[in-house]
């Protein structure tokens, strides 16, 4: 009962800040962030609340760094980037991880991991583009010198591979599906790496403190939509299918390979310090500066929201 008490003066409080801007909300293409995609299409966020498409991750940094974005879609890794520089950001709910969904594939006669050498590879230039490339060179037993690295932007990279002007390309659902159908082969996938591509909501503090009832029609949003997938809803597919362009067969297929967080497991994480993701995000704090990606390790306790995020939660859902 005292929860549901601290929501509810929350959401009052929130209520005087009913005239200030929408809370400005963006993300790419990803099939992990078109949850929220689908909230905005079937308004399950209320008033208040503004999804920006954003056309790649380092546009969605470069809008978050400069204030266009109040709450950003982004990976952990990208996440342990953001921290590094100093920008103001916690994490107040961790949405998913690819558990397959990201993938490197290539065109015949390549074979195995050991093959690309020599070959060109694209790859956008982002943190997760970067962290699986690194991962295929060590299972490859390759480096950086032994392929020729094409830096694709995001909306390059389908035409790169069906043109041939890559031998491999490193992508994600639904585009994976999508080359896949077109006569690519996988030769490795995130499922070899799990959970080190999560997806993430990073705000800014000031914004939670703020906006608490905005941030509440937020999350309510994302569990909803969530809610309407995993139930196989008609209309909430369809309009996915539309969005990714991939049949009923091959979407259900691609959401397979998404782990979804359920309320319950955000809400553990806010309240407890030891919750094996913080190990996660610490094991790949540590890989980073293995790479030298970054250059400390940065507080994991601190980057999560804690309880001030926690008591934002929907208390009616009751987790997937």
């Not at 209520?15 to 293409?29: F, I, K, M, Y």
């Not at 295929?136 to 035409?159: A, K, R």
């Not at 008609?234 to 691609?254: F, G, H, I, K």
């Amino acid at each position: 009962m005292s929860r549901l008490w601290l929501l509810t003066l929350l959401l009052l409080l929130g209520g005087c800040a009913e005239r200030s801007p929408p809370l400005q909300v963006g993300g790419n293409d990803w099939l992990g962030y078109q949850p929220f995609f689908l909230a905005a299409e079937f308004q399950l966020f209320g008033e208040g609340v503004q999804l920006q498409h954003q056309p790649s991750s380092l546009h969605t940094l470069r809008a978050f760094r400069e204030g266009a974005l109040d709450v950003a879609l982004m990976t952990l890794d990208e996440a342990l980037l953001l921290a590094e520089s100093g920008q103001p950001m916690c994490i107040p709910l961790v949405m998913s991880y690819s558990n397959g969904a990201d993938s490197l594939l290539a065109h015949e006669p390549l074979d195995s991991l050991a093959a690309l050498a020599g070959s060109r590879i694209g790859v956008e230039d982002t943190g997760v583009g970067a962290h699986m490339l690194a991962r295929v060179l060590e299972q490859g037993g390759l480096t950086l010198g032994d392929i020729q690295l094409v830096p694709l932007t995001l909306d390059e990279i389908e035409s790169a591979f069906l043109e041939r002007r890559v031998d491999a390309v490193i992508t994600f659902e639904p585009l994976r599906s999508r080359l896949l159908a077109q006569g690519g082969h996988e030769l490795y996938n995130s499922a070899a790496i799990p959970g080190e591509i999560s997806d993430l909501l990073v705000v800014n503090p000031e914004i939670l403190q703020r906006e608490p009832l905005r941030f509440a029609r937020l999350l309510d949003g994302w569990f909803a939509a969530l809610a309407l997938l995993e139930a196989g809803e008609p209309e909430a597919m369809a309009w996915l299918q539309r969005r990714t362009e991939l049949d009923e067969p091959s979407l259900q297929q691609s959401l397979r390979l998404i782990q979804f967080h359920s309320l319950g497991m955000n809400l553990a994480l806010q309240s407890n310090s030891q919750h094996p993701f913080r190990q996660t995000m610490r094991q790949l704090n540590e890989v980073m500066l293995e790479r030298q990606v970054i250059g400390s390790r940065q507080p994991v306790n601190r980057l999560i929201c804690g309880a001030s995020a926690a008591m934002l939660y929907p208390v009616s859902r009751g987790g997937l």
